[in-house]
């Protein structure tokens, strides 16, 4: 499956944006997604993810409350709405699809597929 990522930008802390991901082929619904994101000098740490169905959400401390993880397997594309966003947010954005990540979702080398980042930049 090929990710394609998209929504990133300049906004004020206090405010809104919301990332999309674009998964190619036929098979989007069988698949987990998740969204991942990476400060400068950090490493890759876990936001939030979404199983085939939607049972199983899972979103890293920091963002509960703010950010908002969602699919469309119609639409073959997964959301990540982010709200009051904060100057601590400020990444590269990363979506990842994995067939059964599940045992280590919060690990970045357990999805197998990876858009091409889009950048968040909150101002204070």
């Known amino acids: 499956v090929q990710l394609q990522a998209s929504g990133g930008g300049l906004v004020q802390a206090g405010g809104s944006l919301r990332l999309s991901c674009a998964a190619s082929?036929?098979?989007?619904?069988?698949?987990?997604m998740g969204w991942f994101r990476q400060a400068p000098g950090k490493e890759r740490e876990f936001v939030a993810a979404?199983?085939?169905?939607?049972?199983?959400?899972y979103y890293v401390d920091s963002v509960k409350g703010r950010f908002t993880i969602s699919r469309s397997n119609a639409e073959n594309t997964v959301y990540l709405q982010m709200n009051i966003l904060k100057p601590e947010d400020t990444a590269v954005y990363y979506c990842?699809?994995?067939?059964?990540?599940?045992?280590?979702?919060?690990?970045?080398?357990?999805?197998?597929?990876w858009g091409q980042g889009t950048l968040v930049t909150v101002s204070s």
């Open positions: 979404i199983g085939r169905s939607t049972v199983r959400i």
């Open positions: 990842a699809a994995d067939l059964y990540p599940w045992d280590n979702y919060g690990i970045a080398h357990e999805w197998d597929y």
């Open positions: 082929g036929r098979t989007f619904s069988s698949y987990a």
